[in-house]
């Protein structure tokens, strides 16, 4: 079956970074996009960054120059390296299929100021 793990969550300072991984396996990995969401507390999920099969990116205008998606196909992993937080990015990290119903089961991270 299909399944996305997020690890790389974690406590960090303002300024500080993380590197968050979604690692799936039950699908063909190199052809599939994934997307990475995220939802704070009694706020709606929202979209961060897509990546494509072909590596191309997208990011929300909030994260736009300190987010950076990559992919590993080898290691049927996606990388969503965040630089320059900030306690607004506070939430719960989930990483899905894109466009599908398969997602991972999150990762907190939380920015103090």
């Known amino acids: 079956q299909v399944q996305l793990v997020e690890s790389g969550g974690g406590a960090v300072q303002a300024g500080g970074s993380l590197r968050l991984s979604c690692a799936a396996s039950?699908?063909?990995?190199?052809?599939?996009?994934i997307s990475w969401y995220r939802q704070a507390p009694g706020k709606q999920r929202e979209l961060v960054a897509t990546?494509?099969?072909?590596?191309?990116?997208n990011y929300a205008d909030s994260v736009k120059g300190r987010f950076t998606l990559s992919r590993d196909n080898a290691k049927t992993t996606v990388y969503l390296q965040m630089n320059s937080l900030k306690p607004e990015d506070t939430a719960v990290y989930y990483c899905?299929?894109?466009?599908?119903?398969?997602w991972g089961q999150g990762t907190q991270v939380t920015v103090s100021s």
């Open positions: 039950g699908i063909i990995f190199s052809f599939n996009g």
């Open positions: 899905r299929v894109r466009n599908s119903v398969y």
């Open positions: 990546i494509t099969s072909s590596g191309s990116t």
